[in-house]
């Protein structure tokens, strides 16, 4: 995952994913959101730490969303959708 400013230069890279990232999503006021064929969910500042790692599908997560409330919701490949 890049994160790229508006004159596309690469702000930062992250790459503490274990594997394929599916979905990405911004969470207001905290960072990005990314979904995983690991089975996880990550939260990432914009400066590329690792902020936490949600876990507990058991296949691939496909799609993350983000309310302004702080609502996350997620779809997965093994017939889940969380909040």
Not at 13 to 38: E, F, P, Q, W
């Amino acid at each position: 995952m890049k994160l790229w400013n508006l004159v596309y230069t690469s702000t930062y890279a992250a790459t503490h994913r274990a594997d394929i990232v599916r979905g990405l999503t911004v969470m207001h006021g905290l960072g990005i959101l990314s979904a995983s064929h690991d089975g996880s969910i990550m939260l990432w500042a914009q400066s590329g730490k690792v902020l936490m790692v949600m876990v507990g599908h058991t296949s691939i997560v496909y799609s993350v969303d983000a309310h302004v409330s702080g609502l996350i919701v997620n779809g997965s490949e093994d017939h889940i959708a969380k909040t």
